[in-house]
């Protein structure tokens, strides 16, 4: 439990730092550490980044760099995938299912097999350098920015990840944000999202408040941590050498899964 905690502030100083990533941390920490059913750790996770993304929105919507209205267009069909894929897609998935017609795995292991997938690639993201997107179109094109956000939610729905490294070249190429916008309307995105798939799971799970609430202070001490120390620490090497730990972390979670 108390590596448990100190997880929890390194989900918040990594937010606060380089302005992601964290998330990815929340389930590998709660079931590997806490010892928390994957299942119902994909629910506390939402929790957890709504509530940690929700500080950094209130800090960046006092200084304008929220763009509300290309948030809203995003953020509505995110979160009705949200809801539904945590409401719906999540209890309708059997129990063992059969891969190929050979392979058993259970429903715990996919979800973690999904997640590190979804980690992998956010590492990937992070280590590579972020290349200049080049928007074409000075038209917000509102279809496409609609069905990304349903595309994020449900992977949101399904792993319990804010999924920002998805969700910030969209609103660069799709909505012409510059990156600072975009990264203030993301946390606003992921704010919301996840609050709402969170309300989705309150009808299906049975939640520790009392664990969930005190994990979430951590996480959200670790933030402010982090915002203090990020104004004098250069967040370029940071991104890679975490790049890099998230993919570590992702191929331990494969090793994991298949060989326990």
Same mark, same amino acid.
């Given at each position: 439990?108390? %590596?448990?905690?100190?997880? #929890?502030? @390194? ?11 964290g ?7 709660l079931?590997? @550490? ?12 939402? $929790? ?36 539904i ?17 050979? &392979? ?20 990937y ?7 200049? $997107? /080049? !928007? ?13 956000g349903?595309?994020?939610? %449900? ?9 920002? %490294? ?10 012409n ?12 995105? &992921? ?10 799971? &309150? /009808?299906? /799970? ?5 664990f969930?609430?005190?994990?979430t @202070? $951590? #996480?959200?001490?670790?933030? %402010? ?10 967040s +370029?090497?940071? +991104? +890679?050498?975490?790049?890099?730990? !998230? ?14």
């Open positions: 439990m108390i %590596f448990g905690y100190l997880g #929890a502030v @390194l989900i918040g100083v990594v937010l606060g730092l380089i302005g992601g990533g998330s990815i941390l929340t389930v590998p920490i079931v590997y @550490l806490i010892g928390i059913d994957p299942v119902l750790a994909t629910s506390y996770s939402l $929790f957890v980044v709504g509530a940690t993304a929700g500080v950094g929105t209130l800090k960046n919507a006092n200084k304008g760099f929220i763009n509300f209205k290309v948030g809203t267009v995003f953020a509505i069909p995110s979160f009705i995938a949200v809801y894929t945590r409401r719906y897609v999540i209890t309708a998935i059997p129990k063992t299912i059969m891969i190929l017609g050979e &392979i058993n795995i259970s429903k715990d292991t996919l979800i973690m097999l999904l997640f590190a997938i979804l980690m992998a690639i956010a590492g993201f992070m280590i590579v350098n972020r290349p200049n $997107f /080049q !928007v074409k179109d000075k038209d917000l094109n509102y279809l496409k920015i609609s069905l990304d349903v595309l994020v939610g %449900f992977l949101t729905g399904l792993v319990g990840a804010g999924g920002g %490294f998805l969700i910030i070249p969209a609103l660069v190429i799709l909505a944000l510059d990156m600072k916008n975009a990264i203030a309307t993301s946390l606003f995105i &992921i704010t919301v999202k996840s609050s709402i798939g969170f309300l989705g799971d &309150i /009808q299906s /799970q049975v939640i520790d408040w009392s969930l609430l005190i994990f @202070l $951590f #996480a959200v001490l670790g933030i %402010f941590i982090g915002m203090f120390f990020g104004t004098s620490i250069d +370029k090497p940071l +991104k +890679k050498i975490f790049g890099w730990f !998230v993919l570590t972390i992702a191929i331990f979670i494969i090793v994991v899964e298949f060989f326990n």
